[in-house]
């Protein structure tokens, strides 16, 4: 309900007349589980030869063989590589196959920026969490739009845990995206620690901030106050 530590649910506060979202497919979650129960590393990150490849740990992008990140300087890569994929090319697909701590490159750049440029600075890709979960994100840039995981994301994120975000921006901030079209599904943020805070002035919301088309399935926020 609005007005509860629930508001912004799916998606941004307000104003809402010029979301185009289907809440027809937009479905609650059914259950939170904790976050790092029995989820250890898998695939190409078991491999000490190659957990710690550059750019990726496998994969070339492609439905049938992900890039697969390991770690915080595989996100980074990811984060650049698919802020210049150009509409219309296929988006490339990305897996995570261990949980990621990335308390160590708070306010790393991810396309958040003090003026309305959005569609040049859109991330484009398929992002499978796997059911992995991502911890220490931190973005905290009051004079930016578009804040968040992603800043602006054109594509796809399933599978996956936030656990303990800080986000804050001006504009368009939600711990997924700031500025988001696609697909969410199995996603939900958690709170387990007092300083986890989502906050901005305008289309700010627990999953994406300004959602300009998408849908929404079995995703939310947990514990935490928007």
Known sequence: PRGSDMSGYFFSKFPESIVDVDLSRATPPQSFQEPFIAKVPSGACREPSLRDRVPFASGNGTALAPFVICNKDQFLEMLRKTRTVLPGVPKPVFRLRDNLDLSTIANYDNGSHSSFSVQNDCHRAIFEGNGYTIRGLVQAYEDRDSVGLFGCLQGVVTGLRVVDPVVIGRDRVGVIAGHFSGR??????ISH?????????????????????????????????V
Do not use: H, Q
Request: proline share 0%; net charge neutral.
């Open 193 to 225: 620690d007092r300083s986890a805070t989502i906050s901005g002035r305008s289309y700010v919301g627990g999953l994406v901030g300004l959602a300009e088309a998408g849908t929404f399935e079995n995703s939310g926020v947990y514990r935490l106050s």
């Open 184 to 189: 969410i599904s199995n996603v939900s943020v």
